[in-house]
């Protein structure tokens, strides 16, 4: 596996959430940008902690990618194996607050289920969110849920 369900007890806390939408960028070049080399370079070092829907975003954003001929098979393949080497935990509490937590904060932000997935993990854990799509950072400003800073 490989991203364990959640954080042992014996690691790092996670220091941020982490939003599909970064990630997907390692794999496309021209949307690759400082802040999102930045939060790599954290993660590198570091622990963040993402949604149980995160690995489908990611591959969904990728997929797309390719198919708009933003990125290459290959270069996907390579990021979705490298990120083995990063300690990123998928949050086992979210499925289960779908209803009605989730769901009140996509209906508040008028964003989608899955972007108030983010949004509510790091409401309930309290920590930054690392994002580029600005449907979530406009949701997240305004729910008072700080725009991680690497």
Known sequence: MIFPTFAPPTTRTPSFVL???VVATWGIPRR???????VRSQLASGVALTTA??????AEQLLAAVQRGETTRPRVDALLTGLSGFRLYI?????????PTTLDLAHAHDISV???A????AL??????????????RAAVAARVTIFTP
Request: glycine letters at 2%; hydrophobic letters at 40%.
């Open 19 to 21: 939003d599909a939408s």
């Open 124 to 137: 309930r854990i309290d920590l930054p969110l690392a994002t580029v799509d600005a449907t979530l950072t």
């Open 118 to 121: 983010y949004l509510e993990l």
């Open 53 to 58: 829907t995160w690995p489908f975003d990611v």
């Open 114 to 116: 899955r972007d108030a």
């Open 32 to 38: 690759y940008v400082v802040y999102t080399h930045r």
């Open 91 to 99: 949050d086992d509490e979210g499925p289960f607050r779908v209803w």
